[in-house]
């Protein structure tokens, strides 16, 4: 009998133990999925587009100066921003396949997609040193990039004409 109930015991708080967890946890499943995660090796744009948020996409590396600049913005803006904008950063340097789909001609270089997955088109591209990539047969808008670093209030400019409050 007493066998029994330390065995009871134990099921009881190991069981109590791991309800709490997971009231703890719960919410931060958006933290704990990759796509949220920070860096990445590999962009699947498709899987980030099917989020319905805005999306910043930085190539760089991390033995860059400006881009170890980036780096810290990105990582504040990530923590901050975290279930409301996917902040993502790739080493090209370490994960050179990484940009092929995408326009890059130096690094630092940011693109920014809105809450529809559609390339975010400003209000006043040259005021936010924004580039505009078009394809050559359809003209149809296919990115909106900015070469070199930003800063945070930059960023958080581009966001805020995205929606982002």
């Not at 099921?11 to 133990?17: E, G, H, S, Y």
């Not at 309800?19 to 920070?38: P, R, S």
């Not at 050559?136 to 209030?153: E, I, P």
């Amino acid at each position: 009998p007493i066998l029994i109930m330390i065995v009871i015991t134990g099921i009881f708080i190991v069981k109590n133990n791991q309800e709490k967890a997971a009231i703890e946890n719960k919410g931060a499943g958006v933290a704990d999925h990759a796509d949220f995660a920070l860096e990445a090796t590999a962009i699947d744009l498709e899987q980030l587009k099917s989020h319905g948020l805005p999306i910043i996409i930085d190539f760089g590396a991390d033995s860059c100066i400006p881009c170890k600049k980036m780096a810290l913005v990105l990582k504040e803006l990530n923590k901050e921003l975290q279930g409301k904008v996917i902040v993502k950063f790739v080493d090209v340097w370490k994960n050179q396949g990484a940009a092929a789909n995408f326009p890059v001609e130096v690094i630092p270089t940011q693109f920014f997609f809105d809450k529809d997955g559609n390339p975010f088109v400003p209000k006043d591209p040259k005021a936010m040193q924004m580039r505009m990539y078009s394809t050559r047969d359809t003209n149809k808008h296919v990115y909106t990039a900015h070469q070199g670093g930003m800063t945070k209030d930059q960023i958080m400019a581009v966001l805020k004409e995205m929606g982002v409050k």
